[in-house]
């Protein structure tokens, strides 16, 4: 059974960066897709970053250029590297691993972006 778990959330600055890391145990890396969610309080749950089993990374708008996305297939881990926080950006981010379309979710970070 595929567990995650996530760290590195905290609270940052407008203008700061974070680095969120997600631990991916109990099955094969590289047999899923990864990436991130994120859920601000009011808001239905948004994808912000993935990479796909090929290696391809993909992201929200209103992150592109921010945020980048990254794994370690040696560690297995997958990392998301935020820059340039802006408060909009506050939320409980969530990783994921998906084959197909079956979801495994980790129990979220908090991020908290100030002015």
């Known amino acids: 059974q595929v567990q995650l778990v996530e760290s590195g959330g905290g609270l940052v600055q407008a203008g700061g960066s974070l680095r969120l890391s997600c631990a991916i145990s109990g099955g094969t890396f590289s047999d899923y897709a990864k990436g991130w969610f994120r859920q601000a309080p009011g808001k239905q749950r948004e994808l912000v970053a993935s990479i796909n089993v090929g290696g391809r990374t993909d992201y929200a708008d209103s992150v592109q250029g921010r945020f980048s996305i990254s794994r370690d297939n040696a560690q297995n881990t997958v990392a998301l590297q935020m820059n340039t926080l802006k408060p909009e950006d506050t939320a409980i981010y969530y990783c994921?691993?998906?084959?197909?379309?079956?979801?495994?979710w980790g129990p979220g970070t908090q991020v908290t972006v100030t002015v």
């Open positions: 994921f691993a998906r084959i197909l379309r079956s979801y495994t």
